[in-house]
């Protein structure tokens, strides 16, 4: 079976579904690629240029079966937005338990920005986990196969505080770094 492989650019139609108005989705551990999607209604020229090229930190929270992703886009060291997505991997059906060779592994990871409005790409970047992070990440993805509880109790209590706050909670790594 071939890879069917879809040409991107900025500032044309997104190729593929927007399965939510506002926030992020972390799509990894698929056989083509590892996406994050963001999404936001009205992207500024601002707002595009910063979540293209500004520095992005990431960090997650894993506890009873449950993951989630935080993700901050800075500017010269302010925060403009904290996101968090879920993560679970045992819903992939194509889950690729990608093989870490060194502990300078790092996932690539790429960002897709889409204006939900408009459903237009303001922003395309690759970034890559730094080689803790991603060790970690690797382990909670296997932790959390072995686990057998939904995690639905988790993400609840996560969901009561802002992502913001939930950052406090666990190390933020600088991305690309």
């Known amino acids: ?3 069917q492989y879809v040409s991107m650019s900025v500032n044309e139609l997104y190729p593929f579904e ?7 989705v972390s799509d990894f551990l698929r056989s ?21 090229k500004g520095e992005m930190r990431g960090g997650f929270l894993a506890k009873n079966g449950a993951m989630l992703f935080l993700w901050q886009f ?14 679970d991997s045992r819903v992939i059906p194509d889950i690729n338990l990608h093989n870490v060779e060194t502990t300078e592994t790092r996932l690539v ?35 959390q196969i072995a686990n057998t509880c939904s995690g639905e109790k988790q993400h609840q209590k996560w969901m009561m505080s802002q992502p913001h706050d939930l950052t406090k909670r666990t190390q933020m790594w600088l991305l690309g770094k």
Not at 32 to 52: F, G, Q, T, W
Not at 74 to 87: A, C, E, N, Q, V
């Open 32 to 52: 083509s690629s590892n996406r994050l999607l963001v999404v936001m209604p009205d992207i500024s020229a601002y707002e595009a240029k910063v979540l293209r």
């Open 109 to 143: 990871i790429e960002v897709h920005i889409v204006d939900s409005v408009s459903k237009i790409i303001r922003g395309l970047r690759s970034i890559t986990m730094p080689p803790g992070m991603t060790l970690e990440f690797f382990s909670a993805v296997h932790d």
């Open 74 to 87: 800075m500017d010269k060291g302010k925060r403009l937005i904290t996101l968090d997505s879920p993560f």
């Open 1 to 3: 079976m071939s890879k």
């Open 18 to 24: 927007l399965p939510l108005e506002e926030g992020a």
